[in-house]
């Protein structure tokens, strides 16, 4: 039963797109358009050349802004503020979700590859301001992305966290895997189960998925 499988649980760790707002909404559309345009102005590329770029660093560094970073020496802070300045009318509050995260027992927190500014805007559009004892972006984990193992290691040791009684929600698989390794309770939250040895559980269903442990 879940509620057995996390009873060892006190700090909660969440991803943000598309963990805690359904993916059907389709914020990240935006953030990546405004991705591909930033790719194109600073390295004075095509579009298509700017989507190739994209798609390859993310798939070989984990983030677009990582591989800007690592190949062309990118400045990280202007463009964290320019991607995630988007409209977030797409979102809705959910007082269901916001029920189950408050009904958690322990520490509960937000870590995504987005800038904590965003996160915060996105929580506030959902409903869930106030829930979170913390929530941390890419500029607390030195810029480096999940799924880098590092990332994981420097908000948690920032956090003060026990991994050994963690457990860990995310959309992408990729970013379970570190924190497996580390002792975790790992949760793929996403509409297609993804099967891999460092999955312990999969739900397309968050609020569901957390009724089950309160």
Avoid: C
């Avoid at 500029?139 to 009684?165: C, M, S, W, Y």
Wanted: glycine residues 6%.
């Amino acid at each position: 039963m879940p509620r057995q499988a996390f009873s060892h649980v006190t700090t909660w760790v969440f991803d943000l797109d598309n963990t805690l707002y359904p993916p059907q909404v389709r914020l990240f559309d935006q953030i990546e358009v405004k991705m591909t345009q930033y790719v194109m102005d600073a390295l004075g590329v095509d579009r298509p050349k700017a989507d190739q770029l994209r798609k390859k660093y993310w798939a070989e560094y984990g983030t677009t802004l990582a591989g800007l970073m690592r190949v062309h020496d990118v400045d990280p802070g202007p463009y964290l503020t320019d991607v995630h300045d988007i409209s977030f009318d797409a979102l809705d509050p959910d007082p269901q979700l916001a029920a189950r995260i408050r009904a958690l027992p322990g520490r509960v927190i937000v870590f995504t590859n987005g800038t904590r500014p965003y996160a915060e805007q996105v929580i506030e559009a959902r409903g869930l301001s106030g829930l979170f004892d913390a929530v941390y972006g890419v500029e607390h984990a030195n810029f480096l992305p999940k799924p880098e193992r590092a990332a994981f290691e420097a908000v948690f040791q920032r956090d003060g966290i026990t991994t050994e009684t963690a457990a860990m929600f995310e959309d992408d698989p990729r970013n379970l895997q570190a924190p497996h390794e580390m002792g975790m309770k790992t949760v793929h939250v996403a509409p297609t189960p993804h099967e891999a040895d460092h999955i312990h559980h999969h739900t397309d269903d968050l609020t569901g998925f957390l009724k089950k442990l309160t």
